[in-house]
């Protein structure tokens, strides 16, 4: 069993920058597929970003290209979404997720952590 606990979020204004942090306990796999979505009210949950635990080049949703960055630092078991020019639409609770194939699939994916609130002001 895997652990996900997100932190980091919290109000920031338009155009500002935030760093959320998944913090991995457990039983952790090095080829485990790990990233980030997110969900906001009344909407459905959306692929973010994501990264594998040993490496290959980072995926990211259009929404968010050239704006957030994952990151890991695998002594940490720690993942990273690096947030700058954020935007009212970047609202949401954010979940890390990890699972053992991909993350193409939301129901599918394994392991969630229980979410941190980004709120953009307006």
């Known amino acids: 069993q895997v652990q996900l606990v997100e932190s980091g979020g919290g109000l920031v204004q338009t155009g500002g920058s935030l760093r959320l942090s998944c913090a991995a306990s457990?039983?952790?796999?090095?080829?485990?597929?790990m990233g980030w979505f997110r969900q906001a009210p009344g909407k459905e949950r959306e692929f973010v970003a994501a990264?594998?635990?040993?490496?290959?080049?980072?995926y990211y949703a259009d929404s968010v290209k050239g704006r957030f960055t994952i990151s890991r630092d695998n002594a940490k078991n720690t993942v990273y979404l690096q947030m700058i020019g954020l935007k009212p639409e970047d609202t949401a609770v954010y979940y890390c997720?990890?699972?053992?194939?991909?993350?193409?699939?939301?129901?599918?994916?394994?392991?969630w952590g229980q979410g941190t609130q980004v709120t953009v002001s307006s």
């Open positions: 990264i594998t635990w040993s490496g290959r080049t980072p």
């Open positions: 457990g039983r952790t796999f090095s080829n485990y597929h």
């Open positions: 997720a990890a699972d053992p194939n991909n993350l193409a699939i939301s129901k599918n994916i394994r392991y």
